[in-house]
């Protein structure tokens, strides 16, 4: 059982930064791959960053590739997505997740453990 707690969201102008924590609790937490979505409202929810069960390895959405930034500290159990140069379009609701698997994936049903959501507002 993982169970994982999302923090560091807010209100933001655009062009400013942010990063989102996600703490995990659970003995698994650092044999499995980590990632990031976020839902729009009216929108369904989509990938945005994944990291390796080692931090070695990081995929990114081409919507934020070289603005967003994803790692984890095994360590600390904890995984972290810093967000700058924001935009807009990045507002949604942000949410962590663990995958069934240590390498990394896109896919939402390969993932099974998933945090409450952290509100990320950006504004114009």
């Known amino acids: 059982q993982v169970q994982l707690v999302e923090s560091g969201g807010g209100l933001v102008q655009a062009g400013g930064s942010l990063r989102l924590s996600c703490a995990a609790s659970g003995r698994t937490f650092s044999s499995k791959a980590m990632g990031w979505f976020r839902q729009a409202p009216g929108k369904e929810r989509e990938f945005v960053a994944a990291?390796?069960?080692?931090?070695?390895?990081?995929y990114y959405a081409d919507s934020v590739k070289g603005r967003f930034t994803c790692s984890r500290d095994n360590g600390k159990n904890t995984v972290y997505l810093q967000m700058n140069s924001l935009k807009p379009e990045d507002t949604a609701v942000y949410y962590c997740a663990a995958a069934i698997t240590a390498r990394i994936t896109i896919a939402r049903h390969e993932y099974n453990y998933w945090g409450q959501g952290a509100q990320v507002t950006v504004s114009s």
């Open positions: 990291v390796s069960w080692s931090g070695d390895n990081t």
